[in-house]
């Protein structure tokens, strides 16, 4: 029995290794994106369509998110240094917050002058506000995108999630407030913490990290070193119920700004994150419920429309504002449509808070998050080609040409 089930695990990772080296193949020919590809693999392997994933994968999911997300956060913390901000800092922190507030106010003003009760407008309102900073990222990777607009967009999706979080948190003591619930200033602790305290974690963790690593073994920083403590900040967030992302991003920001001595940090995280993201993309595509698409109705088509329109003006608003370029105001809300993981947490805790209001919001979100994932790709792909940021005279990277 025991021979069986390590067998089923062995065959099932090396059956999904293979299947992302097949959706990186096909990539190369194709305008589609690897992650996007591996989201629709893993949706055909998955429950809705094929359904070939032993049950244990479903225990998988939520170790490997935190994971392969936890490295995608040390890797842009990399680009949150004092120098990036002197020459970015203005747009990206503009952007950030314009796209936060303006999707926020026009995804609730809309829906609630179109009669949707006030409580579910606000939690869409705030639930908006969430990206996908892991598929934006491997979309940059794939691509080899670079340039100023590359940076921005990295930039803004290093904390864009932060602002949505804690506004997040607002709206649920907002909502508590109004029905009379108690606890309101504990849900408003608990939403400063969960910033506040991941911060903390990624400067106990990064300032330690920044002097010893690449001293420990003259001249170079070792996997084992790199990886092993940007895994205990995953674990060390998750044990004190603040954001794993965010303390990463903290984490990779003081090694970049501190470490002056060498960056091989990042390019060791470099050389193991793929397989993780691999396995990440697959079983989020596995995930996916074709069903719920179907249950998404007009709050549901509202909600996205709403939410690409208020991307975009509040990129072009938040990037006036930073006196950011012209392709920057053009493309930008249009590279920052991708929304995943962050979304299904929010609502997830939005159902536990309100379960009166569960069967609203969770096809709502689950449904527009499908297309969100599948199509966002795309769109960042798009932006990027159209910057000049990907080689545009075949909208492939080299790797691809």
């Not at 804690?166 to 907002?174: C, E, G, M, P, T």
């Not at 106990?204 to 403590?229: K, S």
């Not at 012209?326 to 993981?341: D, E, T």
């Amino acid at each position: 029995m025991e021979n069986h089930f390590a067998a089923q695990i062995l065959m099932t990772f090396g059956g999904l290794f293979l299947l992302g080296l097949i959706a990186d193949l096909v990539g190369r020919y194709t305008p589609l994106p690897r992650v996007t590809l591996l989201l629709l693999s893993g949706l055909v392997i998955g429950p809705s369509v094929l359904d070939w994933l032993p049950p244990f994968t479903d225990r998988w999911f939520p170790v490997l998110t935190n994971i392969a997300l936890t490295m995608i956060g040390f890797m842009l913390g990399q680009k949150i240094t004092l120098s990036a901000f002197r020459n970015l800092g203005r747009s990206v922190f503009g952007i950030s917050v314009g796209v936060v507030l303006v999707t926020a106010s026009l995804v609730f003003i809309a829906l609630f002058l179109f009669g949707v009760p006030f409580e579910i407008a606000l939690l869409l309102a705030g639930i908006s506000t969430a990206t996908a900073p892991a598929a934006t990222v491997d979309v940059v990777n794939e691509y080899h995108a670079e340039g100023k607009f590359t940076d921005t967009l990295l930039g803004i999706v290093s904390i864009d999630d932060a602002w949505g979080l804690f506004l997040f948190s607002l709206i649920l003591a907002v909502i508590q407030s109004a029905g009379g619930q108690s606890g309101v200033l504990q849900v408003l602790a608990t939403g400063a913490w969960e910033v506040g305290g991941a911060v903390l974690v990624g400067l106990l963790l990064g300032i330690p990290m920044a002097y010893l690593t690449g001293r420990i073994c003259p001249g170079e920083a070792t996997q084992a070193e790199a990886i092993g403590i940007v895994l205990l900040c995953a674990g060390l967030a998750v044990w004190l119920d603040v954001s794993y992302l965010l303390a990463a991003m903290v984490l990779g920001s003081v090694v970049a700004n501190f470490a002056k001595h060498h960056d091989r940090p990042f390019h060791a995280i470099e050389g193991v994150e793929w397989p993780f993201l691999v396995l990440f993309f697959l079983l989020a595509g596995a995930a996916l419920q074709i069903e719920t698409i179907r249950q998404v109705g007009l709050l549901g088509l509202g909600y996205i429309v709403l939410r690409v329109v208020g991307r975009m003006l509040g990129s072009w608003i938040g990037g006036k504002i930073g006196n950011a370029d012209s392709q920057i105001l053009r493309w930008m809300g249009v590279a920052l449509l991708p929304q995943a993981g962050v979304a299904i947490g929010m609502v997830l805790l939005a159902s536990q808070r309100f379960p009166e209001l569960k069967d609203t919001l969770l096809p709502v979100i689950l449904g527009s998050t499908v297309i969100f994932e599948l199509t966002g790709p795309i769109m960042t792909r798009l932006a990027l080609l159209r910057t000049g940021n990907i080689p545009s005279h075949k909208g492939l990277s080299p790797e691809k040409s």
